[in-house]
């Protein structure tokens, strides 16, 4: 009984494994790609590279070593289209391959040696190099490259004491030639971007440590030190976008996760104010700006970018005494920024301030001759000023220069109940259908866009000179069916009985 259990289970191996060889032999031949494939893949390839349509041609080389991956050929040929592509990992990895299936294959050994050299790795591209000197003594691209290599090597180090120094131009100087010679070393970036930021020159340490998580893909301090310097321009957006990198390769890192909370904060308060300045709600705008303060009240240059736009939203909507404050501010911490220096004249101009309105629109233009908000402010103010000598709109209804139209229609509802003439007799009637008029006059220019514009240049839409010159027949409160109550908004009805 025994030895028939074993028979049966021996025959049922056997059929187990004939049925595998049968599977395993029809999937291999439905994966094999036959020669004449192999060759179209590489001349597609081929094709690709020459028109500079790289991602393509890899493709089609993935095809073909797929297929043959035994083909130190093909395999070299994908290797050189990584190098195009900038993926110089991908392409060393390729060439090791290469040179393990065939060690004497020159142009790989050249082609390594290039790339450990860009990479920084000396001491294996100079055995490389060795290497094919020993076949070919007189092969001119690796006598050139090998006889680099201890030049490189003295000036990597009087990188590092020039940085032990603290001399950062000297610094800055010589890393750049090495990195000439060396581009893809990242210990070198991240010196030379030390030295930038120790110059002050952010922007170039930022590239510099972003070349870094390129070549380096679990670079978390880099993330991490690329968003703090954004954080110390003022650049919110960038911070916060930036550490969430660093999240995506460790969610768990402390550093990055303690400042993500931080940045994400202050970085949506930020937005809202920015998003409440381009609705025109200017005192929502500067509400958020003194919160985004209080979030962050260390850093100059955040403290500055919301100072310029509290500086911006309260010229346009709040009090001008405040703004002028606030814009005062944002100068000390930048005083050359042109923005806030117009922003500043537009709330003296606000203030009635003109000496000191046209001051600031003469200095932004200074600092940036081609600014035309400052050309155009100086020829405002000098217009205003002139303009302030004769009818002022906004002084009639009693409203500042940055009043809504909400405010400008509450004020002219006032004084018209208030000088409306059916009120008086005699000499006062006619002193009131003057105030009336000027008070009607003040409505129309205010509460119309176009109008007020104007009025706010220095010119008077209502001017009866301008208007002649203009072919206007000038402005009448009373025509055209006026009503100086809109209708019947508001309940009221005037008779005017002149005497």
Known sequence: MEVMDSQLIMQSIISSVKLLLVISYVIDSCLTISNEEIENHLEMGRQMLSRGQYSDALSHYHMAVEADPNNYLTIFKRATVYLALGKHKAALDDLNEVIVLKPDFLAARLQRGSVLLKQGRLDESHIDYEWVLRLEPYNEEAVHSYSMIEPLKHDIQTAYLLIEDHDWPQAVELLTRLLHELPWDCKLREMRSMAYEKLGDIVNAISDLRATTKMRSDNTDGYLKISKLHYDLGEADESLNTIRECLKLDPDHKLCFNHYKKVKKLAAQVKTMNEFALEGQYNDCSDKAKLALKTESENPNMIHMIKSKMCHCLTKGGDANEAITVCSEALKLYPEDVNVLCDRADAYLNNEDYERALNDFKRAHQIDEHSSRAEEGIKRTQKLEKQSKKRDYYKILGV????????????????????????????????????????????????????????????????????????????????????????????????????
Request: net charge positive; hydrophobic share 30%; no cysteine.
């Open 400 to 499: 500042p220069r940055n009043a809504n139209k909400r405010e400008i229609t509450k004020a002219y509802r006032r004084l018209a109940m208030q000088w409306h003439p059916d009120q008086y007799q005699g000499d006062e009637k006619k002193m009131a259908e003057k105030k009336f008029i000027d008070i009607a006059s003040a409505k129309e220019v205010l509460t119309d866009p176009e109008k007020r514009q104007k009025f706010d240049n220095g010119e008077d839409p209502l001017d009866a000179e301008a208007q002649a010159n203009a072919g206007s027949h000038g402005f009448n409160p009373f025509g055209n069916g006026f009503n100086p109550f809109g209708g019947s908004n508001g309940g009221y009805s005037f008779k005017f009985t002149y005497g």
